[in-house]
């Protein structure tokens, strides 16, 4: 396998970048399919094992202690590992990210959040090997209680509460299958 050339790079980078993305629009709609696909088939899920269903196992323990969450990706950056004759094409990352969450004992907090990323193009497709959360800091909003707002109606009005992500059929069918109760 050899070097990459410069439009090869360039279009892995964006493909790298476009898996953080969807791995946030997953985490926003509760969509465990996809955040599965995300990952290299033997990705390792701490106590959960590895694999496809440790993944969604994992995602699912993780997902029903919170309840909304957007998370809003930034400064991504991407750096190759040298080619390998005998490896796939792999790749190291980090990327911000700037998280709304609705936390069951908190309330609505905020994070800056930064993920240190790997990642492994297999079969045409790169795919996350790893991600490691790491928290710069989080804090309770300012707004009370935000999302016990009346709703807004948008667009009759700007302030209150939204239709997204109640409205998600992802969103809904996680928690019909979970325990905690959705606002």
Same mark, same amino acid.
């Given at each position: ?30 969509? /465990?399919?996809? $955040?599965?696909? /995300? ?30 969450? &957007? /998370? ?22 980090? &990327? ?25 193009? &297999? ?12 928290? +710069? /800091? ?8 935000? $999302? ?5 109606? +948008? ?15 992802? +969103? ?12």
């Amino acid at each position: 396998m050899g070097e990459m050339t410069a439009i090869e790079r360039a279009v892995a980078r964006d493909e790298i970048r476009q898996l953080a993305f969807a791995y946030a629009d997953a985490i926003d709609r509760r969509d /465990l399919d996809l $955040l599965v696909s /995300l990952y290299r088939a033997d990705a390792r899920f701490g106590e959960h094992g590895e694999g496809a269903e440790a993944a969604r196992a994992f995602f699912a323990e993780s997902l029903r202690e919170i309840g909304m969450a &957007v /998370l809003l990706v930034a400064n991504h950056l991407i750096e190759f590992d040298p080619p390998s004759p005998y490896d796939s094409y792999t790749a190291r990352g980090t &990327v911000w990210a700037h998280g709304f969450i609705d936390d069951g004992a908190e309330g609505l907090i905020q994070q800056l959040i930064k993920y240190e990323d790997r990642y492994v193009r &297999v079969e045409g497709i790169w795919k996350f090997t790893r991600r490691r959360h790491l928290l +710069w /800091l989080g804090w309770r909003h300012a707004e009370p209680e935000p $999302l016990a707002q009346a709703p807004a109606n +948008w667009p009759d009005r700007q302030i209150g509460l939204g239709s997204i992500p109640y409205d998600d059929e992802h +969103w809904r069918r996680f928690w019909s299958r979970n325990q905690r109760t959705a606002r």
